[in-house]
Protein backbone atom coordinates (compact mmCIF):
# COMPACT_ATOMS: atom_id res chain seq x y z
CA UNK A 1 0.00 0.00 0.00
CA UNK A 2 1.34 3.29 -1.20
CA UNK A 3 0.99 6.42 1.58
CA UNK A 4 1.19 9.93 0.33
CA UNK A 5 1.47 12.49 2.99
CA UNK A 6 1.37 16.22 2.36
CA UNK A 7 2.52 19.27 4.59
CA UNK A 8 3.43 23.15 4.06
CA UNK A 9 -0.10 24.19 3.26
CA UNK A 10 -1.38 26.85 5.42
CA UNK A 11 -2.34 30.85 4.81
CA UNK A 12 -0.04 33.35 3.15
CA UNK A 13 -1.15 36.73 1.97
CA UNK A 14 -0.66 37.84 -1.82
CA UNK A 15 2.49 38.16 -3.68
CA UNK A 16 4.10 35.42 -0.88
CA UNK A 17 5.36 31.87 -1.07
CA UNK A 18 5.01 28.76 0.10
CA UNK A 19 6.31 25.33 -0.09
CA UNK A 20 4.94 22.22 -0.20
CA UNK A 21 6.30 18.53 0.33
CA UNK A 22 5.03 15.20 -0.46
CA UNK A 23 6.70 12.36 0.70
CA UNK A 24 5.71 8.67 -0.44
CA UNK A 25 5.78 5.57 1.75
CA UNK A 26 5.06 2.14 0.91
CA UNK A 27 5.58 -0.25 -1.58
CA UNK A 28 7.43 1.69 -4.30
CA UNK A 29 8.98 0.12 -7.07
CA UNK A 30 9.51 2.99 -9.62
CA UNK A 31 7.49 5.95 -9.33
CA UNK A 32 6.66 7.60 -12.93
CA UNK A 33 5.40 10.73 -12.19
CA UNK A 34 4.78 12.61 -9.26
CA UNK A 35 3.23 16.04 -8.96
CA UNK A 36 0.18 18.29 -7.56
CA UNK A 37 -2.93 19.05 -8.58
CA UNK A 38 -5.44 21.02 -6.68
CA UNK A 39 -9.00 21.89 -6.21
CA UNK A 40 -10.86 24.92 -5.70
CA UNK A 41 -14.61 24.80 -4.18
CA UNK A 42 -16.83 24.61 -6.61
CA UNK A 43 -13.94 23.81 -9.22
CA UNK A 44 -13.05 21.00 -10.82
CA UNK A 45 -9.67 19.01 -9.90
CA UNK A 46 -6.66 20.73 -12.38
CA UNK A 47 -3.18 19.83 -13.23
CA UNK A 48 -0.38 22.36 -11.07
CA UNK A 49 2.81 20.61 -11.84
CA UNK A 50 4.32 16.70 -12.66
CA UNK A 51 7.74 15.95 -12.55
CA UNK A 52 8.66 12.08 -14.10
CA UNK A 53 11.16 9.83 -13.26
CA UNK A 54 13.31 11.11 -15.85
CA UNK A 55 13.27 14.47 -15.05
CA UNK A 56 10.11 15.89 -17.70
CA UNK A 57 7.98 18.55 -16.07
CA UNK A 58 4.63 19.18 -16.59
CA UNK A 59 2.91 22.63 -15.69
CA UNK A 60 -0.98 24.33 -15.56
CA UNK A 61 -1.39 26.95 -17.71
CA UNK A 62 -1.93 29.25 -15.05
CA UNK A 63 1.03 28.83 -13.32
CA UNK A 64 2.99 30.77 -16.02
CA UNK A 65 6.25 30.06 -14.23
CA UNK A 66 5.41 30.84 -10.61
CA UNK A 67 5.95 27.64 -9.28
CA UNK A 68 8.20 25.15 -9.58
CA UNK A 69 8.56 21.36 -9.07
CA UNK A 70 11.18 19.51 -7.85
CA UNK A 71 11.64 15.87 -6.63
CA UNK A 72 14.09 13.59 -4.73
CA UNK A 73 14.20 10.10 -5.90
CA UNK A 74 16.02 8.36 -3.25
CA UNK A 75 13.74 10.13 -1.04
CA UNK A 76 10.14 9.66 -3.17
CA UNK A 77 9.67 13.01 -2.07
CA UNK A 78 8.10 15.68 -4.22
CA UNK A 79 8.14 19.57 -3.68
CA UNK A 80 6.41 22.52 -5.02
CA UNK A 81 7.59 25.71 -5.03
CA UNK A 82 4.97 28.57 -5.33
CA UNK A 83 5.40 32.24 -5.49
CA UNK A 84 3.92 35.49 -6.25
CA UNK A 85 0.90 33.75 -5.28
CA UNK A 86 -2.45 35.23 -5.95
CA UNK A 87 -6.19 34.51 -4.67
CA UNK A 88 -6.91 32.25 -7.53
CA UNK A 89 -4.71 29.52 -6.16
CA UNK A 90 -6.45 29.34 -3.09
CA UNK A 91 -7.40 25.60 -3.12
CA UNK A 92 -6.39 22.30 -1.82
CA UNK A 93 -3.48 21.04 -3.10
CA UNK A 94 -3.06 17.11 -3.94
CA UNK A 95 0.05 15.18 -3.72
CA UNK A 96 -0.23 12.86 -6.97
CA UNK A 97 1.50 9.26 -7.46
CA UNK A 98 1.74 7.05 -10.57
CA UNK A 99 3.55 4.00 -10.21
CA UNK A 100 1.44 1.34 -12.67
CA UNK A 101 -1.63 2.81 -10.80
CA UNK A 102 -2.50 6.76 -9.44
CA UNK A 103 -2.55 6.94 -6.44
CA UNK A 104 -3.53 10.32 -4.42
CA UNK A 105 -2.94 12.44 -1.02
CA UNK A 106 -5.60 13.75 1.43
CA UNK A 107 -4.29 17.36 0.29
CA UNK A 108 -3.02 20.56 1.96
CA UNK A 109 -5.22 23.79 2.01
CA UNK A 110 -3.18 26.92 0.76
CA UNK A 111 -5.16 29.73 1.52
CA UNK A 112 -3.24 33.19 -0.57
CA UNK A 113 -6.13 36.00 1.40
CA UNK A 114 -5.20 39.26 3.18
Known amino acids: QVQLVESGGGLVQPGGSLRLSCAAS????????MGWYRQAPGKERELVAT???????NYGDFVKGRFTISRDNARNTVYLQMSVLKPEDTAVYYC????????WGKGTLVTVSS
Open 26 to 33: GSIISPWV
Open 51 to 57: KSGSGRT
Open 96 to 103: YLRAGVDY
